[in-house]
């Protein structure tokens, strides 16, 4: 079906779904009284998306009203009083809007397109008690987006109202042996991965590329209003269950898993006027419980912290404002440590890297890493590539180009193309209170902290292989400080004695990939890629709230590319 015909058939197809509803549905116990108001969903998408999002609200609505008794507010009187308070972005600017209409509740969301696939975000605002509660639910395509507005409508019935779903809504089980074309639709959320298969075009296949063909899937957690820098995962509570560990511009967020489903159950800020560009987790102590190593940066210094989490929001400190950029990494033959690198007094990274040692509250340098100057504390690993006894440096520059590196710094290979993309940065020379002139090295200052560079046997041959991001975008390779970069994939790479070469890398996925990790199994069979993502992001304000997700990719380690 061509996108023409869509903007027509499907808003028909939505107007006729919302007519015949109350026929189609049968109410499930008792009416509940209240007023309800439903904003305009929000499009996240290239492409106008309207045709969408206005049969969205309206169906919602008109699920609610008949499944659970509601009064629906008319959409008129919504968008005069939307008009008049301007755009909520906050809980507390939803709540006055929701009072000010005398409702009862209110529902705002998103739609969001990556690729063919849709993700539907809604927040359900109980106005009386304060705190909204998030729905969310996928779509294969446009054509399932019904199904997915009829699953979220259900969900909201159930969780809010009590009102139980009839059995011919619920997941039927797939019998033995069943073509998967025959089983049941499925409406449930549980398995976006299913909606998110389609992406990959109309003859079906896996979202990774591989050279022999090795195939898998993805899933996606709900989308958050969250500008995300970095990521982590660790289980900081002693539950046996790792928690996932968002940086935001300004704190640490953190969030229990449920499959795909992310819970907040933690925030520590950081310090008023230091934004995080990184985050690190290790028990470097221990003492049984991982800390969480933060690393930031005001407009001239660095700035950096370390916790263990106690629950909620507090934090035990084992330090705060010391002048250094901290990472833990791994060396081999050493295990984790904590490295650091200072600022200089004219530019954001003075030369050198040094192992750090924390004493009551304070990091003191010990020694320095054998590494060369040219490389910036963020920008390396070190591994062994080819089991030679001796330790390589996989590094990534200002330009975007990886390479392996001597310890001296000898160079023994370098991309022809481009990895990373990131807009995270320190430094500049807005930031350092520098005339506008170019400095001796023919940069503007600015200094960007680049993803991860993650380094595992993902191939089974017993030698380290490498994981990158490469984000997309010509632009900003050629406009040195305006950086925005739409889409992007991952790369696993290895080393063949002369190069790194490919060994898989995903489809192309829409948004900014801002970090990546790689969970493997206890076995090392198989391993979790997950993904963390910023939806249409902007280059126009870096530092503003964006919407930010996670992709899941399930990995097994024991295929192989065949030769």
Not at 135 to 144: D, G, H, L, M, V
Not at 293 to 321: C, I, M, R
Not at 481 to 505: C, D, F, Q, V
Request: glycine fraction near 8%; hydrophobic fraction near 40%; aromatic fraction near 8%.
């Amino acid at each position: 079906m061509s996108k023409q015909t869509s903007r027509i058939f499907f808003p028909a197809l939505l107007a006729a779904l919302i007519l015949t509803i109350h026929c189609m549905v049968p109410t499930v116990g008792s009416a509940q009284t209240g007023r309800i108001a439903f904003l305009p969903f929000k499009a996240n998408a290239p492409q106008d998306m309207s045709y969408l999002t206005n049969g969205i609200r309206d169906m919602l609505a008109s699920r609610l009203a008949s499944e659970v008794g509601l009064t629906v507010i008319d959409k008129a009187a919504v968008d005069k009083a939307l008009a008049s308070a301007g755009t909520p972005t906050q809980t507390e600017a939803f709540l006055k809007l929701g009072k000010a209409l005398q409702a009862d509740y209110l529902v705002a969301g998103s739609l969001t397109s990556l690729g063919t696939s849709l993700s539907l975000d809604a927040k359900f605002f109980d106005v009386a008690k304060g705190e909204p509660r998030n729905f969310y639910a996928t779509a294969k395509n446009e054509s399932e987006i019904i199904q997915s507005i009829d699953s979220l409508a259900w969900d909201i019935s159930e969780k809010v109202f009590a009102h139980k779903r009839p059995a011919s809504a619920l997941v039927q089980p797939q019998a033995p042996g069943q073509p998967a074309a025959q089983a049941q639709p499925q409406y449930a959320t549980a398995h976006p991965d299913r909606a998110f298969a389609g992406r990959t075009g109309a003859a079906g296949g896996s979202p990774f590329i591989y050279p022999k063909g090795i195939t898998s899937e993805f899933q996606k957690t709900q989308n958050m209003k969250l500008s995300l820098q970095f990521m982590e995962m660790a289980d900081l509570d002693g539950d046996g269950q790792d928690e996932v560990i968002f940086a935001d511009i300004d704190s640490v967020q953190i969030f229990k898993r449920d499959n795909t489903r992310l819970s907040k159950v933690g925030q520590i800020p950081g310090k008023v006027g230091y934004r995080i560009h990184a985050i690190t987790v290790a028990d470097l102590d221990k003492n049984g419980k991982p800390e969480i190593y933060v690393s930031a940066a005001d407009t001239k210094n660095p700035h950096s912290f370390a916790f263990e989490w106690l629950g909620a929001d507090k934090a035990n400190y084992l330090f705060q404002d010391q002048k250094w950029y901290v990472r833990v990494m791994q060396i081999p033959g050493e295990g984790d440590l904590l490295a650091g690198q200072r600022s200089d007094f004219d530019k954001a990274v003075a030369p050198g890297i040094h192992r750090l040692e924390v004493n009551k509250g304070e990091v003191k340098a010990s020694s320095r890493l054998d590494v060369p100057d040219s490389v910036n504390l963020f920008d390396f690993t070190i591994a062994d590539l080819d089991n030679d006894g001796s330790r390589e440096i996989i590094a990534i520059d200002q330009y975007d180009r990886l390479q392996v590196l001597r310890s001296s710094g000898t160079s023994l290979w370098k991309s022809d193309e481009f990895y990373g993309g990131t807009t995270r940065f320190i430094g500049g020379l807005e930031a350092m209170g520098i005339s506008q002139k170019v400095n001796e090295d023919g940069d503007m200052g600015r200094i960007y902290i680049p993803s991860r560079i993650i380094v595992s046997d993902v191939n089974g041959d017993g030698l380290p292989d490498v994981i990158i991001n490469k984000n997309l975008s010509s632009a900003s390779r050629i406009f040195q400080n305006m950086k925005n970069y739409p889409s992007g994939e991952i790369h696993a790479l290895t080393w063949n004695g002369i190069a790194l070469s490919e060994l898989w890398r995903t489809r192309k996925i829409d948004g900014y990939i801002v970090d990546y990790l790689l969970r493997p199994s206890t076995d090392k069979k198989s391993a979790e890629l997950m993904v963390g993502l910023i939806l249409s992001s902007s280059s126009l304000d870096v530092f503003a709230d964006q919407t930010s997700t996670m992709l899941i990719y399930q990995l097994d380690l024991t295929k192989k590319t065949e030769q």
